[in-house]
Every structure is written in structure tokens, then in C-alpha cells.
């Protein structure tokens, strides 16, 4: 079955506590990307990686590190989490150019920074 | 980038009603526009997406792209509780999306 999972679903965490959200996708796709989503602020682009080795920020990147050292994997990474980190996160993928309009998006995490 | 704003609702309906959800944005340099769908508790999912201007028409499902008066509208006929979803419009931006807020719909039956 063709998806995008994430790990884990749920996290609640400390002030401070390094984290990893992981993400993986079984397409093929070139192209993922981070996005957090928040009540009344919508969805909004952490980061995004093009292809391997290849990442650059969205629009909300503060506070996170993203790698691309495979083509199927796109961890999120928060080195220091803070409790204005708290939301839910999905990760997402495509194939690239023009089909970055048809993004396939994981189940969601769901962070909760104490 | 607020470029793409859409109306959060929510919005109820009863089943059977014929649905327009809107969204307006300011940033002509794109083109194509797509819907998404996000149930409860999941991800988003692609419904549907129209390149420049004009109709698109998908089962009970038309997207619409006025370019004019820059204005992306999906309508659902004889909609059924199964469409009780968040409806979240989007634009292309480059190597991202762009989305609107999401309006919440609820169809009862």
C-alpha cells in the first residue's frame, strides 16, 4: 500500500528534550516536506527537501533541523523543543516539479512540549 | 505568506444541500489551485485541483477558478454526511503549498 508514515503518533516531551519525529514514504517521491498545523493558522511549511540531500526552509523553520540522507526518509528533528512547539505535525511527499500539487500527507503527530 | 484566505466557517448543512466553499487569494503569478479534504484525525488528502482557470468537475465534486476576481470556489451536490470533513483550498507556490485555513463543514442527515 502506497503511504507516508510517521513516528511517533503521539509525544508528549520536556522543555529541552532532543526529538525526532520520523517520516517515510514508500512512492518513489523526490520531493517531502514538513508542516505543522495549528488552530485559526492553518497548515504552514516547515521544511522541505527537493530530493537527496537537498532541503531548504519554509515558512516557519525556527526551532527545527530537517536531513535527507535517503530518498524515503525525512526526519524531523527538534534539538530544544519549546511549549510554542506544541502542534500537530504531518509529514508529506510527491513527485517534484509541476506535482507538488498532489501531495500524499502522513497521519499526523501530534507534539505536546511541557 | 497570507496569501490564500478562506472562510473557517464552521458550516452545517443538511444532507442533500448543495455546498460552495470559497477561498480568495492575492497572488496571480501561479496556477495551479487544489482542494483538499482532512477528515478527523488524519492527514490531508488531495480531492482535487484545476490548472489556470476554469471548471473542474469530479462526481458530485466542481472546482472552479475565476482569475478575474481571483477567486477559488469548490461546490458539492447532494452532499451526504461523509463530506463532514475540514476543506482546505491551496495554491502553488514554486516548491510549496500555500493553504487557506480550512472550513469546516458538517452535513447532517
Known amino acids: 500500500e502506497a503511504q507516508v508514515t510517521q513516528n511517533p503518533r503521539y509525544l508528549i516531551t520536556v522543555t529541552g528534550k532532543k526529538l525526532t519525529v520520523t517520516c517515510s514514504q514508500n512512492?518513489?517521491?523526490?520531493?517531502m516536506s514538513w508542516y505543522r498545523q495549528d488552530p485559526g493558522l492553518g497548515l504552514r511549511q516547515i521544511y522541505y527537501?527537493?530530493?537527496?540531500?537537498?532541503?531548504d526552509k519554509g515558512d516557519v523553520p525556527e526551532g527545527y533541523k530537517v536531513s535527507r540522507k535517503e530518498k524515503r526518509n525525512f526526519p524531523l528533528i527538534l534539538e530544544s523543543p519549546s511549549p510554542n512547539q506544541t502542534s500537530l505535525y504531518f509529514c508529506?511527499?510527491?513527485?517534484?516539479?509541476?506535482?507538488?500539487?498532489?501531495?500524499?500527507f502522513g497521519p499526523g503527530t501530534r507534539l505536546t512540549v511541557t | 505568506q497570507k496569501e490564500v484566505e478562506q472562510d473557517p466557517g464552521p458550516l452545517s448543512v443538511p444532507e442533500g444541500a448543495i455546498v460552495s466553499l470559497n477561498c480568495t487569494y492575492s497572488?496571480?503569478?501561479?496556477?495551479?489551485f487544489m482542494w483538499y479534504r482532512q477528515y478527523s484525525r488524519k492527514g490531508p488528502e488531495l480531492l482535487m485541483y484545476?490548472?489556470?482557470?476554469g471548471n473542474k468537475e469530479d462526481g458530485r465534486f466542481t472546482a472552479q477558478v475565476d482569475k478575474s476576481s481571483k477567486y477559488i470556489s469548490l461546490f458539492i451536490r447532494d452532499s451526504q454526511p461523509s463530506d463532514s470533513a475540514t476543506y482546505l483550498c491551496?495554491?502553488?507556490?514554486?516548491?510549496?503549498?500555500?493553504f487557506g485555513k480550512g472550513t469546516t463543514l458538517s452535513v447532517s442527515s
Open positions: 484545476t490548472y489556470s482557470s
Open positions: 491551496a495554491r502553488q507556490a514554486g516548491t510549496a503549498l500555500i
Open positions: 497572488n496571480s503569478a501561479f496556477q495551479y
Open positions: 508529506a511527499s510527491s513527485f517534484s516539479g509541476v506535482r507538488t500539487y498532489e501531495q500524499y
Open positions: 512512492m518513489n517521491h523526490e520531493y
Open positions: 527537501s527537493m530530493n537527496v540531500e537537498v532541503t
